[in-house]
């Protein structure tokens, strides 16, 4: 359920999550479903991108996935095979931790 802030950036108020859009399409008109359903949507794939792309980029960086560029232009991610382990360990101690409470103190929280 939408709040008064945007699902995607709780920090961004839902008002102005509708403003962004109308202001990039400036001749959108749509009933409180459509605006929750198309623009927001939209909104938040192109949010959801950017971080994908930055924990990718942490992900190839960090040497677990392999980044290769294709001759279609894209690039396209796949498990590094020789860090399979470390990998699989990794997810087995992330899984199996306790989930913490957020630190209200710590901004990365």
Not at 5 to 33: C, K, S
Not at 35 to 46: D, G, T, Y
Not at 84 to 92: D, K, M, P, V
């Amino acid at each position: 359920m939408l709040g008064l802030h945007g699902v995607e950036n709780p920090g961004r108020p839902l008002t102005d999550e509708v403003l962004a859009y109308v202001a990039r399409h400036p001749q959108a008109q749509d009933t409180v479903e459509g605006i929750a359903e198309w623009w927001l949507l939209e909104q938040q794939i192109a949010h959801a991108v950017s971080d994908v792309e930055a924990a990718l980029g942490e992900l190839v960086g960090d040497g677990f996935l392999v980044a290769c560029q294709c001759k279609d232009g894209r690039t396209y991610y796949r498990l590094n095979r020789d860090r399979e382990q470390e990998i699989r360990r990794h997810l087995a101690r992330v899984e199996s931790a306790p989930e913490r409470e957020p630190d209200p103190a710590d901004p990365t929280a």
